[in-house]
């Protein structure tokens, strides 16, 4: 059974910057996508990033791209948020996610590709 556990959130003010680190353990995380998600106060769900298995390939949502960035240690099984010039509307749950499938091409921008999650980081952004 993969556990996931996200570290690092906390509160910040407008440009500041939070790194968020998600640990994985109990089965295979080298082999799978895995995504950011996060979500606000009365929102949905919302995609943030994805990085493919070997880290060759990210996908981040519009409001996020140039400010974020997502990384992998697969040695230290272990997937990495540096967020830079934050802004109150990132304010928000952040949960780490593994792709329900090995090598997996396609859609990381939806939840339902997702089988293992995180108790999530808080991240307030202060204006």
């Known amino acids: 059974q993969l556990q996931l556990v996200e570290s690092g959130g906390g509160l910040v003010q407008t440009g500041d910057s939070l790194r968020l680190s998600c640990a994985a353990s109990?089965?295979?995380?080298?082999?799978?996508?895995m995504g950011w998600f996060r979500q606000a106060p009365g929102k949905e769900r919302e995609f943030v990033t994805a990085?493919?298995?070997?880290?060759?390939?990210?996908y981040y949502a519009d409001s996020v791209k140039g400010r974020f960035t997502c990384s992998r240690d697969n040695a230290k099984n272990t997937v990495y948020l540096q967020m830079n010039s934050l802004k109150p509307e990132d304010t928000a749950v952040y949960y780490c996610?593994?792709?329900?499938?090995?090598?997996?091409?396609?859609?990381?921008?939806?939840?339902?590709?997702?089988?293992?999650w995180g108790q999530g980081t808080q991240v307030t952004v202060s204006s």
């Open positions: 990085i493919t298995w070997g880290g060759g390939s990210t």
């Open positions: 109990g089965s295979t995380f080298s082999s799978y996508t």
């Open positions: 996610a593994r792709n329900s499938r090995p090598h997996y091409i396609g859609t990381y921008s939806s939840g339902n590709e997702y089988n293992y």
